[in-house]
């Protein structure tokens, strides 16, 4: 039994008349001292009325016999919304924020009504999350803490950041907000010397420590969605307009989807289709157009273009070798 199934079981033994002693439930649910605390802890959080009497692994753990439990049951699509979820955040294993959902996933099994309680099991058959290339983050879980709790309680970060080219360097950060992208963490923060938001990928923090006696103010009306307004992607920068020519064979397949919030679509005098946009020409645009190969052409602006084009040459020249 997971965690989740042995609180439920442990309640029914705690309602029967007298109770139960907590030498029995240490044995049959195979619990340490510590565990069965933390147990019985996780149980008062719910609000439930647990008492314990007495001393030892004979004391006796009873609740209120006036409680009946009539909490919220989760709903069909509920139980659903949470186990896709869990899904979409496997690349968080190993840190504790992968274990804090876990366990907040196994309190909150209690609530799924008996007549959903089969099906849920068989949900890793039914529904997939297919996973995408994903960073690994167990190395880096107190990294991960460190930044959690200084978003939280608004303090400043010294930061050892190691850029894409493996040059490390120090610096002062008040962090803003946490995201998620593609199976990854990245932090946008403050760069205090620098005196801009940037951009963090969170595997490449080599340390931080927090000012746990300092704290800062994040600026009135801040919002994330504004710092990507401009991004291809997570990286933001200053937008441009940007005018790209697809071919025929794939203009469907490039409509159907909604790439950036600007885009608009064109039909060029060859029939190709023109996807125009206001947006900043990061590396993660120039990497989408090149993954469309033949089939795409940069027309705007010109420095996008002669970026595509050298690294179409770079990549002929090293085939051509």
């Known amino acids: 039994m997971n965690k989740g199934q042995k609180l439920v079981k442990m309640l029914e033994l705690m309602s029967r008349r007298g109770g139960v002693r907590s030498s029995e439930l240490m044995e049959r649910f195979d619990l340490d001292a510590r565990t069965m605390r933390r147990y019985l802890a996780d149980l008062r959080g719910m609000d439930l009325p647990?008492?314990?009497e007495g001393r030892g692994d004979d004391r006796l753990i009873t609740i209120d016999p006036r409680w009946r439990r009539t909490g919220v049951q989760l709903s069909l699509a509920e139980v659903l919304s949470l186990h896709f979820g869990r899904k979409l955040f496997n690349f968080l294993e190993g840190t504790t924020f992968?274990?804090?959902?876990e366990g907040a996933l196994e309190r909150l099994e209690p609530a799924i009504?008996?007549?959903?309680?089969?099906?849920?099991?068989?949900?890793d058959t039914r529904f997939l999350a297919v996973?995408?290339?994903?960073?690994?983050?167990?190395?880096?879980?107190?990294?991960i803490d460190e930044l959690v709790t200084a978003l939280v309680y608004n303090q400043p970060l010294e930061a050892r950041y190691r850029n894409v080219s493996g040059v490390e360097n120090q610096r002062l950060l008040h962090p803003y907000t946490l995201a998620t992208f593609r199976q990854g963490l990245y932090l946008f923060a403050l760069d205090v010397d620098g005196g801009q938001v940037k951009t963090y990928a969170v595997e490449r923090f080599v340390d931080v420590v927090r000012r746990r006696t300092e704290h800062f103010a994040v600026p009135q009306g801040w919002r994330p969605e504004a710092h990507l307004a401009h991004a291809f992607g997570i990286i933001s920068?200053?937008?441009?307009d940007v005018e790209i020519a697809f071919s025929e064979r794939i203009t469907a397949y490039v409509r159907e989807r909604t790439w950036h919030p600007t885009q608009t679509f064109g039909t060029l005098p060859d029939g190709r289709l023109a996807l125009r946009m206001h947006v900043a020409a990061t590396v993660e645009l120039r990497s989408w157009v090149l993954g469309f190969g033949a089939d795409a052409e940069v027309l705007a602006p010109a420095s996008l273009r002669q970026d595509v084009v050298t690294a179409l040459r770079d990549a002929t020249a090293r085939y051509d070798a």
């Open 131 to 143: 996973p995408e290339p994903a960073k690994d983050y167990r190395q880096v879980s107190e990294v």
């Open 237 to 240: 920068g200053p937008p441009v």
């Open 113 to 123: 009504s008996r007549a959903h309680r089969d099906l849920a099991r068989q949900l």
């Open 50 to 52: 647990v008492k314990d």
């Open 98 to 101: 992968a274990e804090d959902l």
